[in-house]
């Protein structure tokens, strides 16, 4: 059964703050994986990622894949009470389209 | 701009009651999906449809049926809403292939009394 598992699920930093989020998959024929931030509604795309050892990176935000390993991070430096949100891990599987989710983490960060 | 269009923000239905819930996406993607989020479950995948008239079940299709007539629209069904149909729904749209991030509409909070 395919599965991605994120840890943990619940998080609480103070502002200017380093947080790892963590995701691990095992999951048949996988293709890419998806990072999304979810404030109080839809779920906004962070990142995609598809190849090992390849950091992608927006502003204090940044992901890595280790295919080897199965697993992902999304590493927030310096956090702000704005980065406070649901972190959604997702991957695409099989041939017709299935993109399966973690359970999410819950950061939350005070000022 | 890309969009995708859930009908209603809130519903509040009744048990038992036939529920509709649509989807209009503007992208001509190929692939859209209903998920439904609870919380500490996440997002759990109801059905998907990467084509027109095609259909997949996803991990909780029971209860559930989906239409996909046109390209753009996807509609979520409640056959028969029950109380632990309330939920948010979320539906989503991506282009074909498997390296490209879905777009995901506004959700819809149906809760069933």
């Known amino acids: 059964e395919d599965k991605v598992v994120q840890s943990p699920l619940s998080l609480v930093v103070h502002e200017g703050d380093t947080v790892t989020l963590n995701c691990s998959y095992e999951v048949t024929n996988f293709r890419s994986l998806l990072w999304y931030k979810q404030e109080k509604k839809a779920p906004t795309f962070l990142f995609m990622l598809t190849s090992s050892g390849i950091e992608k990176k927006s502003g204090r935000l940044s992901s890595i894949l280790d295919k080897k390993e199965l697993f992902s991070i999304l590493n927030i430096t310096a956090t702000q009470t704005g980065d406070s949100a649901i972190y959604l891990c997702a991957v695409w599987v099989r041939s017709q389209g299935n993109l399966i989710f973690g359970k999410g983490t819950k950061l939350s960060v005070k000022p | 701009d890309v969009k995708v269009t859930q009908s209603s923000r809130y519903l509040v239905k009744r048990t038992g009651e036939k529920v509709f819930l649509e989807c209009v996406q503007d992208m001509d993607h190929e692939n859209m999906f209903w998920y439904r989020q609870d919380p500490g479950l996440g997002l759990r995948l109801i059905y998907f449809s990467y084509d027109v008239k095609m259909k997949e079940k996803g991990d909780i299709p029971e209860g559930y049926s989906v239409s996909r007539e046109k390209k753009e629209r996807f509609s979520l069904i409640l056959e028969s809403a029950s109380t632990n149909q309330t939920s948010m729904y979320l539906c989503?749209?991506?282009?074909?292939?498997?390296?490209?991030?879905?777009?995901f509409g506004q959700g819809t909070r149906l809760t069933v009394v």
């Open positions: 989503a749209s991506s282009p074909p292939g498997l390296v490209s991030e879905a777009f």
